[in-house]
């Protein structure tokens, strides 16, 4: 993929650098984003980084363009707003990320339960066959995490763990926090050189 339309939605697992990370890479790729935050999202945004992006969709959108210093890439969307083009298999993204995904959100999609946007977005990129990639933040996993995560494997989904690797000798969070974010990347199919891969 080196160009088009992703969602990429933000819960309230922790890691939400992951999340950051993630939209920081897929605007210099050049991708227009629609981005989505649970409410419980919100708080672990401003708990773990200290953000506090609060208000309605036009200033979260202005707060985050301002974040990412990007005029038009990035566009939020209110978890209630189920009149959001995203919500439509018509208007179907070519890709979406939950990053990270609570279990409690990946248990109601492989469920088919769409009670907010971000759950009605997973289940259109789902039965539209487009790529749509979990990045669950969870240990230990249970037999029920297990059993989700294989429903939804079955379905099409990509699950990309929050687990970064140490072959490459990490100096840093960041360099970690980059191969978990190079591994999304990698399931997407979009290049990077994010971590140095295994016998390079």
Same mark, same amino acid.
């Given at each position: 993929?080196?160009? /088009?339309?992703?969602?990429?939605?933000?819960? @309230?697992?922790? /890691? =939400?650098?992951?999340?950051?990370? $993630?939209?920081?890479?897929? %605007?210099?790729?050049?991708?227009?984003?629609?981005?989505?935050?649970?409410?419980? @999202?919100?708080?672990? $945004?401003?708990? &773990?980084?200290? %953000?506090?992006?609060?208000?309605?969709?036009a200033e979260?959108?202005?707060?985050?363009?301002?974040?990412?210093?990007?005029?038009?890439?990035?566009?939020?969307? =209110? &978890?209630? *707003?189920?009149?959001?083009?995203?919500?439509?298999? #018509?208007?179907v993204p070519? =890709?979406?990320? %939950?990053?990270?995904?609570?279990?409690?959100? $990946?248990?109601?999609?492989?469920?088919?339960?769409? @009670? *907010?946007?971000?759950?009605?977005?997973?289940?259109?990129?789902?039965? &539209?066959? +487009?790529?749509?990639?979990?990045?669950? +933040?969870?240990?230990? $996993?249970?037999?029920?995490?297990? &059993?989700?995560? %294989?429903?939804?494997? +079955? #379905?099409?989904?990509?699950?990309?763990?929050?687990?970064?690797?140490?072959?490459?000798?990490?100096?840093?969070?960041n360099q970690?926090?980059?191969?978990?974010? /190079?591994?999304?990347?990698?399931?997407? /199919?979009?290049?990077?050189?994010?971590?140095? +891969?295994?016998? *390079?």
């Open positions: 993929m080196k160009s /088009g339309h992703i969602v990429v939605a933000i819960t @309230g697992a922790s /890691g =939400a650098i992951y999340g950051l990370r $993630l939209i920081e890479e897929l %605007l210099s790729a050049g991708f227009r984003l629609s981005l989505l935050i649970s409410k419980t @999202g919100f708080e672990v $945004l401003k708990h &773990e980084t200290g %953000l506090d992006w609060v208000g309605n969709e979260v959108t202005r707060l985050l363009r301002d974040h990412f210093r990007e005029e038009r890439g990035v566009e939020y969307f =209110a &978890e209630d *707003n189920f009149f959001a083009p995203v919500a439509s298999g #018509s208007s070519d =890709a979406m990320v %939950l990053c990270p995904c609570t279990m409690g959100t $990946l248990s109601r999609i492989a469920s088919g339960n769409s @009670g *907010n946007l971000l759950e009605r977005s997973a289940d259109v990129v789902l039965k &539209e066959h +487009r790529t749509l990639v979990l990045v669950p +933040r969870e240990t230990p $996993l249970s037999d029920i995490h297990l &059993e989700n995560m %294989l429903k939804l494997s +079955r #379905s099409g989904a990509r699950i990309v763990p929050a687990m970064p690797a140490f072959y490459q000798k990490p100096k840093s969070v970690m926090v980059d191969f978990v974010v /190079g591994k999304v990347l990698d399931a997407l /199919g979009i290049e990077h050189e994010l971590f140095r +891969r295994w016998g *390079n």
